[in-house]
């Protein structure tokens, strides 16, 4: 355990635990675990400096989940009262951000129903009906909105259409589609979508390509960025070894 180890104990066990706790959820480089097991609380100490500090904005999120609920829940009553296409947009995208995908789709089918002249609700279905593996609805939605915005959300709706027309076996169009948007957007989502693409039909050195792609952002992109987009590295790294070299 160490001088320091004793002179802190029951605390240096305790930092230890957060320090892999933190580790285990936001997987950052693998040596940070040996810092933390061999190196004790100086370890430990070292890693939440480093790597969990930072986060602090980030995990900050997660203290949202409160007052989002209550305002959830205002929501559910005032529905009651004033079913408007505004109040389940805001329900829905609430929904959307505690991970209620059905319920958040069902929020956004009232809004609609009720003024479909906008592409926000659309959009925002579309996503939950691809979140629940629903593509042929997601087609609907997403070109309905792409056709009225074509680099809605930064690309990322085109991007999603191109996915979904992936799953639903129009591999032609996917294709055409990802092209037409990778030559603007930089989304790793989106680049990863087409490895998939592109690995299901065995074109394996053009999959690992666009896999590499979303690693090689990574050297020059600032930490904040590079903690948000360590979801894409890995799903990328997973996905180059799989694919033969």
């Given amino acids: ?20 706790i933190h580790f285990i959820r936001r997987r950052p480089e693998n040596y940070w675990l040996f810092v933390i097991l061999f ?12 790597e969990a500090l930072p986060d602090a904005g980030l995990l900050g999120q997660s203290f949202k989940v409160f007052p989002r609920r209550k305002r959830m829940g205002q929501l559910e009553a005032m529905i009651r009262d004033n079913p408007s296409p505004g109040n389940y947009e805001e329900l829905g995208d609430l929904y959307m951000d505690d991970g ?11 809004a609609i129903a009720a003024r479909a002249d906008t592409p926000d609700p ?27 915005q074509s680099d809605y959300d930064f690309q990322r709706a ?36 087409f490895a998939d693409l592109l690995a299901s039909e065995q074109r394996n050195a053009e999959a690992r390509e666009w896999a590499q792609k979303v690693l090689d952002k990574k050297p020059t992109m600032p930490n904040y960025l590079r903690r948000r987009e360590r979801p894409w590295f ?10 033969p070299a």
């Avoid at 209620?100 to 009232?110: E, H, I, L, N, P």
């Avoid at 799953?167 to 790793?188: D, P, Y």
């Avoid at 890995?234 to 694919?243: E, F, G, I, M, T």
Wanted: with cysteine; charged share 20%.
């Fill in 122 to 148: 659309f959009y925002r279905r579309g996503v939950c009906a691809i979140q629940l593996g629903d593509f042929a609805a997601a087609v609907s939605d997403l070109e309905r909105v792409v056709s009225k």
């Fill in 1 to 20: 355990m160490g001088y320091l180890g004793y002179l802190f104990y029951p605390w240096g066990f305790l930092l230890q635990g957060l320090a892999i």
């Fill in 100 to 110: 209620r995908a059905a319920d958040a789709r069902a929020a956004f089918d009232k």
């Fill in 234 to 243: 890995r799903r990328a790294n997973d996905l180059l070894k799989r694919l």
């Fill in 39 to 50: 190196m004790g609380l100086p370890g430990a100490l070292i890693y939440l400096v480093v």
């Fill in 158 to 193: 085109a991007g999603l259409l191109a996915h979904a027309y992936a799953q639903t076996g129009q591999k032609e169009r996917a294709e055409a589609l990802f092209r037409q948007v990778t030559k603007i957007s930089t989304l790793s989502e989106t680049y990863l979508n």
